[in-house]
């Protein structure tokens, strides 16, 4: 069993994928602060001085009661939150790997279609009476003795 999985382990797919799998990890931790630390400042700037990952609902009061001026302050409390400003961060952070991705996606699209070779011209076609396949010069099928057309 062990021989196995080392073999599976070891195939060129499987390592590829961890190689993306780590990539992504980490282009994910790019996105993440460039959403936190260049994106929402100037958004929220532009909204009034708004900062979205504070934005949250209290479900149920902790200990101390409320009113909490930050998230932080409800979690230290034991407040049940929704962190909506945080699932906020979390959406644009996906659109943009989304996006990106989309991109690198497109770009390789374009250059397996300049590698591929244009399809060369049939050399054959098909009798349009016994549904032979003739030359595509010959002007009677050889099947059926049929004039072709044109």
Known sequence: MWKEFRE???????VDMAVGII??????????SLVSDVIM???????????????????????PLGPYLTLAAAQKAGAVVVAYG???NTVIS??????AVFMLIRGMNKLKRK???????????????CLSSVPLKASKCAFCTSDLPG
């Open 94 to 99: 996906f659109f943009i790997v989304a996006f």
């Open 23 to 32: 990539i992504g990890a980490a282009f994910g931790t790019i996105v993440k």
């Open 115 to 129: 590698q591929e070779a244009p399809a060369a011209e049939p050399a054959t076609r098909e009798c349009p009476f």
């Open 41 to 63: 400042p100037p958004l929220g700037l532009l909204l009034g001085n708004v900062d979205f990952s504070s934005f949250f609902i209290v479900l149920k009061e902790g200990n």
């Open 86 to 88: 945080a699932f906020l």
């Open 8 to 14: 599976f382990a070891m195939r060129g797919n499987v």
